[in-house]
Protein backbone atom coordinates (compact mmCIF):
# COMPACT_ATOMS: atom_id res chain seq x y z
CA UNK A 1 0.00 0.00 0.00
CA UNK A 2 1.61 3.31 -1.66
CA UNK A 3 0.81 6.35 0.86
CA UNK A 4 2.20 9.90 0.97
CA UNK A 5 1.43 12.06 3.81
CA UNK A 6 2.55 16.23 3.21
CA UNK A 7 3.55 18.32 5.72
CA UNK A 8 4.95 21.89 6.43
CA UNK A 9 2.21 24.41 4.49
CA UNK A 10 1.05 27.47 6.74
CA UNK A 11 0.41 31.23 6.06
CA UNK A 12 3.59 33.15 5.22
CA UNK A 13 3.66 36.93 4.42
CA UNK A 14 5.19 37.56 0.48
CA UNK A 15 8.98 37.28 0.44
CA UNK A 16 8.85 34.56 2.89
CA UNK A 17 9.99 30.88 2.71
CA UNK A 18 8.17 27.49 3.62
CA UNK A 19 9.71 23.62 3.14
CA UNK A 20 7.26 21.26 2.36
CA UNK A 21 7.88 17.62 2.64
CA UNK A 22 6.29 14.47 1.63
CA UNK A 23 7.02 11.44 3.66
CA UNK A 24 6.40 7.91 1.30
CA UNK A 25 5.57 4.97 3.12
CA UNK A 26 4.99 1.39 1.38
CA UNK A 27 7.64 1.57 -1.35
CA UNK A 28 11.28 2.55 -2.16
CA UNK A 29 11.06 5.48 -3.75
CA UNK A 30 14.57 5.63 -5.28
CA UNK A 31 13.70 5.06 -8.56
CA UNK A 32 10.21 6.57 -8.45
CA UNK A 33 9.41 10.20 -10.09
CA UNK A 34 7.97 12.41 -7.49
CA UNK A 35 6.40 15.35 -8.04
CA UNK A 36 4.81 18.37 -6.44
CA UNK A 37 1.53 19.84 -7.80
CA UNK A 38 -0.81 22.68 -6.47
CA UNK A 39 -4.18 23.92 -7.25
CA UNK A 40 -5.81 26.91 -6.12
CA UNK A 41 -9.64 27.92 -5.96
CA UNK A 42 -11.28 28.22 -9.24
CA UNK A 43 -7.98 27.36 -11.01
CA UNK A 44 -6.67 24.14 -12.66
CA UNK A 45 -3.73 21.89 -11.14
CA UNK A 46 -0.67 23.18 -11.82
CA UNK A 47 2.27 20.67 -11.79
CA UNK A 48 5.18 22.68 -9.84
CA UNK A 49 8.26 20.61 -10.01
CA UNK A 50 9.14 16.91 -10.92
CA UNK A 51 11.94 14.80 -9.66
CA UNK A 52 13.95 11.50 -10.46
CA UNK A 53 16.96 10.00 -10.65
CA UNK A 54 17.75 11.47 -14.05
CA UNK A 55 17.15 15.35 -12.50
CA UNK A 56 15.00 18.18 -11.56
CA UNK A 57 12.50 20.54 -13.39
CA UNK A 58 10.05 23.00 -12.47
CA UNK A 59 6.82 25.12 -13.66
CA UNK A 60 7.98 28.37 -15.50
CA UNK A 61 6.38 30.05 -12.72
CA UNK A 62 8.36 28.79 -9.47
CA UNK A 63 11.97 28.46 -11.60
CA UNK A 64 14.60 30.02 -9.62
CA UNK A 65 12.74 30.45 -6.39
CA UNK A 66 11.26 26.45 -5.40
CA UNK A 67 13.65 23.67 -4.87
CA UNK A 68 12.60 20.16 -5.46
CA UNK A 69 14.85 17.32 -3.25
CA UNK A 70 14.92 14.24 -1.82
CA UNK A 71 16.28 12.37 1.18
CA UNK A 72 16.63 8.61 -0.01
CA UNK A 73 17.57 7.22 3.55
CA UNK A 74 14.36 9.28 5.04
CA UNK A 75 12.29 8.24 2.16
CA UNK A 76 11.12 11.96 1.85
CA UNK A 77 10.64 14.68 -0.97
CA UNK A 78 11.31 17.84 -0.19
CA UNK A 79 9.92 21.08 -1.53
CA UNK A 80 11.84 24.68 -0.46
CA UNK A 81 9.75 27.63 -1.87
CA UNK A 82 11.26 30.96 -1.13
CA UNK A 83 10.38 34.52 -2.14
CA UNK A 84 6.49 33.17 -1.80
CA UNK A 85 4.37 35.00 -3.62
CA UNK A 86 0.33 35.82 -3.14
CA UNK A 87 -0.22 33.79 -6.52
CA UNK A 88 1.53 30.96 -4.81
CA UNK A 89 -1.35 30.53 -2.52
CA UNK A 90 -3.24 26.84 -2.96
CA UNK A 91 -3.51 23.65 -1.75
CA UNK A 92 -0.14 21.49 -2.22
CA UNK A 93 -0.32 18.28 -3.43
CA UNK A 94 2.69 15.64 -3.58
CA UNK A 95 2.39 12.85 -6.38
CA UNK A 96 4.72 9.77 -7.20
CA UNK A 97 4.94 6.88 -10.09
CA UNK A 98 7.12 3.85 -10.79
CA UNK A 99 7.83 5.36 -14.44
CA UNK A 100 10.29 7.39 -15.08
CA UNK A 101 9.02 11.38 -15.33
CA UNK A 102 9.80 11.56 -18.98
CA UNK A 103 7.17 9.34 -18.92
CA UNK A 104 4.56 10.89 -16.79
CA UNK A 105 1.62 12.34 -18.31
CA UNK A 106 1.16 16.00 -17.58
CA UNK A 107 -0.19 18.72 -19.74
CA UNK A 108 -0.34 22.43 -19.17
CA UNK A 109 -4.54 22.14 -18.21
CA UNK A 110 -3.40 19.79 -15.22
CA UNK A 111 -4.27 16.38 -16.73
CA UNK A 112 -1.93 14.14 -15.23
CA UNK A 113 -1.59 10.52 -14.90
CA UNK A 114 0.51 9.96 -11.72
CA UNK A 115 -0.33 7.00 -9.56
CA UNK A 116 -0.05 7.54 -5.92
CA UNK A 117 -1.02 11.08 -4.38
CA UNK A 118 -1.35 12.63 -0.81
CA UNK A 119 -4.07 14.27 0.60
CA UNK A 120 -2.32 17.89 0.53
CA UNK A 121 -1.14 20.73 2.59
CA UNK A 122 -2.33 24.40 1.77
CA UNK A 123 -0.05 27.02 2.11
CA UNK A 124 -1.17 30.81 2.06
CA UNK A 125 0.93 33.54 1.13
CA UNK A 126 -0.37 37.23 2.25
CA UNK A 127 0.80 40.55 1.06
Known amino acids: QVQLVESGGGSVQAGGSLRLSCAAF????????MSWFRQAPGKVREGVAVIDSGGASYGDSVKGRFTISKDIAKNTVYLQMNSLKPEDTAMYYC??????????????????????WGQGTQVTVSS
Open 26 to 33: GYAYSSYC
Open 95 to 116: AADPRRCEEVVVTAGGVTDFNY
